[in-house]
């Protein structure tokens, strides 16, 4: 028996090391096809998205502020869908929302039933960004309490219509009585009259249907 292996084990150990070294090549040209065509995929989308100006797979959280009879818009923070969302379904929700909004009605048309869910996921991730004011309220240190209105929009802006996914805060007084119903504030950028009309669309829905905002508090 020991003399058959020895006889064999040559022939055994070049038949291993083919085997092996097919399996590696295989893996290789495999791992190389899967790059090249996820590469080549990730383009076309970037490519179709630039086309038809449509940024659905990111979401960013916008501040609107009123001073001095003027609109500021500030950038909180801009995330990912499946970043912000973090459930498939979530994200589809929101996709599939965001495609059915017009430039008249740039309010996402969520089911009532996933509201709540839905803008929850925005709430917990920006509410990340003021926890220091809350625990120096806790600590019994001085602070100052803004709430706000927290809701989704779609909007297509600009003159090129670009469309965007955005979770909007505004002062929840503000929303109940919109100071610029009918005229228009000073604004940064001349684009930012589109903003307005979100804004104005958001106060209508406000009154009707609440169940489209949450509200957050924030402590500074």
Not at 105 to 134: C, Q, S, T, Y
Not at 187 to 199: A, F, M, Q, S, V
């Amino acid at each position: 028996m020991l003399a058959l292996l020895a006889l064999n084990g040559p022939e055994i150990s070049d038949e291993y090391t083919k085997r092996v070294v097919v399996t590696i090549l295989v893996a290789a040209s495999t791992s190389g096809v899967t790059f090249v065509a996820t590469w080549w995929w990730a383009r076309h989308r970037a490519r179709k998205q630039w086309l038809a100006k449509e940024f659905l797979d990111r979401v960013t959280v916008s501040l609107n502020i009123f001073a001095g009879g003027a609109l500021k818009i500030r950038t909180v923070m801009e995330r990912s869908l499946e970043e912000m969302f973090l459930n498939p379904l979530a994200v589809a929700k929101v996709w599939s929302a965001a495609r059915r909004t017009t430039a008249d009605n740039p309010i996402m048309p969520i089911a009532k039933e996933d509201r709540w869910f839905l803008l929850n996921f925005v709430l917990n991730a920006v509410a990340e960004h003021f926890v220091e004011g809350h625990v120096r309220r806790d600590a019994g240190l001085p602070v100052t309490t803004v709430k706000y209105a927290l809701f989704l929009t779609c909007e297509l802006v600009g003159e090129e219509r670009i469309r965007k996914v955005r979770a909007m805060l505004i002062r929840e007084e503000l929303l109940r009585e919109f100071p610029y119903a009918t005229e228009m504030p000073a604004l940064e950028n001349p684009w930012h009259d589109d903003r307005i009309k979100t804004l104005r669309a958001a106060a209508a829905l406000y009154a009707t249907e609440p169940d489209n905002f949450l509200t957050l508090e924030v402590c500074v």
